[in-house]
């Protein structure tokens, strides 16, 4: 026998059961809209990868092999400076060594005319052969390395310079 509770508690029970059916299929739904949602991200994404690998990475390779081809031609360019300066420096270095022998020359020239200038035969020879000569001799050779130093120093400072100039220039470049 079945009672009216009965066949309330069964009703009862179906719509419990198509109510949760309905939450459930609720909740699918609005998972399948997150689902689409996250579909349609990935979709766009994948879309802009696709994008970048048929044109904007070419684009990039492009521009690699351009800045490339910059950074070979600054290096040669370089190159080639360095070797200018190298060379002007040399040019210099043996300009520097002939005008300085050819000023000391003259200068020993001249101190031993006005020396011997006021001297008599006899006092010449004596001259020679005196002490102070020899003296005179140390102190020109001292003036002489004086000035090889001095010149020296004058050299590496100019490389030094030529060095920053060329530094700049490549960081020019490279801007």
């Known amino acids: 026998v079945v009672t009216r509770d009965d066949v309330e508690e069964s009703l009862k029970a179906v719509f419990q059961f198509v109510k949760d059916k309905e939450q459930l299929l609720q909740d699918l739904r609005s998972q399948i809209e997150e689902t689409k949602k996250i579909i349609a991200e990935k979709q766009r994404e994948r879309d802009y990868w696709l994008e970048y690998k048929n044109v904007g ?8 092999s351009s800045l490339e081809k ?10 080639r400076t360095e070797e200018y300066y190298r060379e002007a420096l040399k040019v210099v270095r043996e300009e520097n060594q002939k005008l300085f022998d050819r000023h000391m020359k003259l200068l020993s020239e001249e101190a031993l005319k006005n020396a011997v ?10 001259i020679e052969e005196n ?6 001799v140390k102190i020109y050779r001292k003036a002489h390395s004086d000035l ?7 050299e590496e400072e100019n490389t030094s310079l030529v060095a920053k100039l060329i ?7 490279r801007v």
């Open 70 to 79: 910059d950074i070979a031609e600054v290096k040669h360019e370089l190159e």
């Open 167 to 173: 530094d700049t220039k490549l960081q020019h470049l």
């Open 117 to 126: 200038g006021y001297l008599d035969k006899h006092c010449r020879r004596e």
């Open 57 to 64: 990475s070419k684009i990039h390779a492009e521009k690699i």
């Open 148 to 154: 090889e130093a001095s010149v020296q120093l004058l």
């Open 131 to 136: 002490e102070w000569l020899k003296e005179e």
